[in-house]
């Protein structure tokens, strides 16, 4: 059987997985933050509660330092993943979806300056969840094209693995359709 010829100008793998983003082992686990960046529900609590106190820890000291306000939408910083099989823990805090706003930019943003951030740490594997596609009411078939769309034109950085880890087979299907 013949191998199909490497795409010389993809320089980022994307995979997807149907499971815990909380059980991955990567560079750097994305999280779907809150402004606060004092922990949550959905993939945000899981992260915090997984990750233990050391990220809470340094979620404080971002906000007496750099965020007092909280994290901008569409922003995205780096803490210690504490205990979980990570380097870093990127958190990056998407729009709410409005059907009279169109936030797609705010959207994407969050993969791209996720994307360079990790960079900038030298990740080269990083997990993401599908952002703002939970209680932030993002319908998934646009929030994975978004998310796919981005990470696939998000061409200046070093990361070799972008694994999108999906929480249900709704989403890993929405992803998977995308892949194309």
């Known amino acids: ?5 490497p795409d010389v100008t993809a320089t980022t793998a ?6 815990d983003i909380t059980q991955q082992s990567v560079d750097a686990i994305v999280n779907a933050a809150n402004s606060s960046l004092l922990g949550g529900g959905g993939v945000d609590g899981a992260i915090h ?3 233990g106190p050391e990220i809470l820890a340094a979620c404080r000291a971002l906000r ?9 939408t569409g922003q995205a910083v780096a803490t210690t993943a504490g205990k979980l099989d990570a380097r870093w ?3 990056t805090v998407g729009p709410v979806w409005s059907a009279t706003d169109d936030r797609s930019e705010l959207l994407a943003s969050c993969y791209r300056e996720s994307l360079r951030v990790a960079d900038e740490l030298g990740a080269r594997t990083v997990a993401f969840p599908a952002i ?19 990470v696939r034109e998000t061409a200046d950085v070093s990361i070799e693995v972008v694994r999108f880890v999906l929480f249900d087979k709704t989403a890993y299907d929405a992803f998977e359709a995308q892949m194309g």
Do not use: C, F, N
């Open 1 to 5: 059987m013949e191998e199909a010829a």
């Open 14 to 19: 994307i995979e997807l997985v149907q499971g």
């Open 49 to 51: 509660r997984r990750g």
């Open 64 to 72: 007496a330092s750099r965020y007092g306000k909280g994290l901008p």
């Open 89 to 91: 823990v990127i958190h």
């Open 132 to 150: 703002s596609t939970g209680v932030y009411g993002w319908p998934i078939d646009d929030g994975a094209r978004i998310a796919v769309r981005t």
